[in-house]
Structures are given as C-alpha cells and as structure tokens.
C-alpha cells in the first residue's frame, strides 16, 4: 500500500492494495494480511478485515462507499504478520484516501 492519498467519488468502489516483499525484493504470501478503515469523524468502520489475495504476495480489499457516506479523510491500516508466535514478524502500513 503506497502512502499517497488518493481521491474518489461518493458511491465509488475503492481498492486498497498491499503488496508484500522479502528482502530480496521477491513477493510472498504472509500468515495474515488484516485491514481497517476509519471514518473522517475517527470513527472505526471496518475491524480488523481479511484483505483478498490476487497473486503470489499482492492483497486488495475493496471499500465500498455509498453516495450518502461523508466527504473527507478515510484513514486506513493494513497488519501483516508472517509466521507465529515470538518469531512472528509483524507490519504495519498506514494511509488512506479522500471521498469526494
């Protein structure tokens, strides 16, 4: 998930995508992939959501917005843990997007 804001349309499908890379730059697929999406008013509207997998360490998770929701700023959260327990890395990527 870049960290660029990007704009959309009241009523507009929004995807929110993370792609996930070693350290050789080579895409894998985690344990788990969760997003969370918060309102312009701070409020939590998606809890802690399995994002879908599309290939081999890239996930989307589609927001549907409504014509009636509220124009601003949508915060997001994306946690990727890979492997369990005390050796279990984990990740987190924030950003969001802006209704219109």
């Keep these: 998930m870049a960290n660029e804001t990007k704009t959309f349309q009241l009523g507009e ?34 809890s802690s959501t399995d994002m879908t997998k599309s290939a081999t360490g890239k ?14 700023f ?7 843990t890979d492997g369990s327990g005390a050796t279990a890395k984990l990740s987190i990527i924030t950003g969001g997007f802006r209704l219109q």
């Design 74 to 80: 949508y915060r997001v959260k994306v946690t990727v």
């Design 13 to 46: 499908t929004v995807p929110i995508w993370c792609h996930v890379q070693d350290w050789d730059d080579v895409y894998i697929d985690p344990t788990s992939i969760k997003v969370e999406v918060w309102l312009p008013s701070g409020t939590q509207d998606i």
């Design 59 to 72: 996930y989307v998770y589609y927001y549907y917005s409504e014509i009636t929701d509220t124009v601003g």
